[in-house]
Every structure is written in structure tokens, then in C-alpha cells.
């Protein structure tokens, strides 16, 4: 399956999609309970502004998140192919993309953290952009932007802040007057929204998103179910084949090409982070992850010489997903 997304052909884009509606295919048919999250009580203010329709348990949202998903498995193939982040152009990336944006059935409907994770591929290109530019004002306007659009919809998002602005630094020295031009970029979303909220007088509704979704817990709990066994099993094996792969092909890469994969790694402990101590039940916050270990997972594959391996590994995580959709428990 792999070896089928080892080109650059602009045909396998359609093989793409289906490989995408293929894994989400069991949620459709109704062989996937919904998760208990299902609804807008855990999102941001952007959100909740939804209509109830699709963002309750129910076709519109199965569609809206299988869109997403294909959106950011094309967002991320196009990161990953423009900035020659592997030896050779293919689509590996999007098929990894699209398998990481299916693993959970807290993936399969539309969500808070799906929603905000759409915009972290754009992120990662502004980022990347900046390499060796002296003027960037308005690049990093766009980075602090787009971390706020996101966090409207999924307030943890604002995790991801720290790994942009080291991002930002390891591509190349900017000058506090840039620093400040990002976090403007932060705040002037998240002040737009609430003047609208303030003009309709929701200013109240406003606060309750952004307290109620990033509230915390300090006490990390061991999981309960076989299914959340077979989930934390999954993101184990997810993040040891990125941690034990990445360094051997960093090591074959140019140093620009080294500097846009550290870019994309700094993200992953952030998100990993935020599973751990935000209040978000079930997996739904692993959806702010999918692009990045989408990503590194593609760039895994893609270097991986032994094509027997790659095949192997797929299969391995093909398991987990289906293991996870139809466990019993």
C-alpha cells in the first residue's frame, strides 16, 4: 500500500481520497459508537457559533470531518513537497496524514481540535518561509494569526505558540520588534471576536468557551478500558517510530532541509503535552497532532529503503486503528 503513494502522480491524489473515505467508512455505516464529547460544549468561541447540525453526532459531521482531514493530508503533501523535505516528491505524507487523522473514532466526527488543526500546515509553511529572509513582518503576522484563528476554535491550540515562536528562531534570528509583530498577530483575532461577541452582548458565552476548554487536570490517570489501551498503545507506537526514525534521516538531509523537519518535530512534544494535563475527554485533543506526526511519519516511510519494513508498518498501525474501531470494550 505504501509503494502505491511512492510517486508524484497527480492520479494518485484520487487514490488519496479514497484510501481517506475507506478508513472513516465504519463511522458512516454505524459501526463505531459515537464518543461521549459529541457536541459543541468543548470547543472555543469560534465553535460554538456552529450550528447544531454539524456538530452533533450525525452525517454533516462525519462529512465535515472526513473533509478536514483530506484537507490536511493535501495541505501537508504540499508543505512537505514545496519545501523538498524529502529526497524524492511523492504522497506518502498525505496517506500518513490521512491514516493519523483516522486512527480514533474521536477523530471521525467533527471536533473542536480537528477544526484547529486544519490551519497548522499553514503555520508550518509560514514558518518555513522565513528561511533567510531579513524582512518578514508580515510572515510573522501570519504565523501569530493563525495559532489565533485556531485557538478560537480549540483553545489548547495556544500550546502550539511556544514550539512557533522557537520555530521561528531556529530558521533564522528575528528581532524583538518581530516577536511582538507574532503576538499582535495572536491577539488580533481573538480581540475581533470579542468585539463581536461584546456587540451582540455574548461576551458572557465568550469567557465560558475559553474557561470550560482549558481547564485543567493535574492528576494523570491511567486508562480504564481496553479501548483506551489500545489508544494509548497507538500514540506510543505512533511517536516511537517518528522518535527512532527521525534521527536517521535528519542526519541525511541538507541543513536547511534539517531545519524545516525540526520545525515540524518541536510540535509534537507541545501536543503530547496538552493530552496529558487538559481536562479534554477521550483522544479528541490528539486531533490537533495530526499534522505533524502525519507528517513525520510520511518522512519516515518515504526514506525508508526496505520497502518490506514500511509495508509492515503500515499494516501495524492499519491494526490499531481497526483494533480500536471494533473492540469490545
Known amino acids: 500500500m505504501v509503494s502505491l503513494f511512492k510517486n508524484n502522480q497527480v492520479s494518485t491524489s484520487i487514490f488519496l481520497l479514497v484510501y481517506i473515505l475507506l478508513l472513516r467508512l465504519p463511522a458512516v455505516l454505524g459501526w463505531v459508537s459515537v464518543p461521549v464529547w459529541v457536541g459543541s460544549e468543548f470547543g472555543g468561541p469560534l465553535f460554538r457559533v456552529l450550528p447544531d447540525w454539524l456538530t452533533q453526532a450525525g452525517l454533516p459531521s462525519q462529512i465535515f470531518a472526513t473533509v478536514l482531514v483530506a484537507l490536511m493530508a493535501f495541505s501537508v503533501h504540499n508543505v512537505v513537497g514545496q519545501y523538498r523535505m524529502t529526497e524524492n516528491r511523492d504522497w506518502v505524507a498525505g496517506m500518513t496524514t490521512g491514516l493519523v487523522g483516522s486512527l480514533f473514532p474521536d477523530l471521525l466526527w467533527l471536533s473542536p481540535a480537528l477544526l484547529a488543526a486544519v490551519f497548522l500546515p499553514f503555520v508550518f509553511a509560514q514558518i518555513m518561509s522565513m528561511y533567510k529572509r531579513p524582512l518578514a513582518f508580515a510572515t510573522t503576522f501570519n504565523i501569530g494569526f493563525w495559532v489565533g484563528i485556531s485557538t478560537l476554535f480549540y483553545p489548547p491550540f495556544l500550546l502550539f505558540l511556544v514550539p512557533a515562536i522557537f520555530g521561528v528562531r ?11 509583530i507574532l503576538l499582535v498577530g495572536l ?36 486508562p480504564e478500558s481496553g479501548s483506551d489501551w489500545w489508544r494509548l498503545i497507538t500514540v506510543v507506537i505512533a511517536v516511537l517510530l517518528v522518535i527512532l526514525s527521525s534521527g536517521r534521516f535528519l542526519r541525511k538531509q541538507l541543513m536547511q532541509t534539517r531545519k524545516y523537519i525540526s520545525v515540524v518535530l ?44 514500511a509495508e509492515l508498518l503500515h499494516l501495524v498501525l492499519l491494526a490499531c486503528l481497526f483494533g480500536i474501531l471494533f473492540y469490545p470494550f
Request: glycine share 6%.
Open 170 to 180: 531556529l530558521i533564522r534570528s528575528y528581532s524583538i520588534h518581530e516577536r511582538l
Open 187 to 222: 491577539f488580533v483575532p481573538m480581540f475581533l471576536v470579542w468585539s463581536w461577541a461584546y456587540w451582540f452582548d455574548q461576551t458572557e458565552l465568550y469567557w465560558t468557551a475559553l474557561n470550560e476548554a482549558v481547564s485543567f487536570r493535574w492528576m494523570i490517570h491511567m
Open 266 to 309: 518541536w510540535f509534537i512534544p507541545f501536543g503530547l503535552l496538552g493530552m496529558l494535563f487538559f481536562s479534554q475527554p477521550g483522544y479528541m485533543h490528539f486531533g490537533i497532532l495530526i499534522p505533524a506526526i502525519g507528517a513525520m511519519l510520511g518522512l519516515s516511510f518515504s526514506s525508508m529503503k526496505n520497502n518490506s519494513l
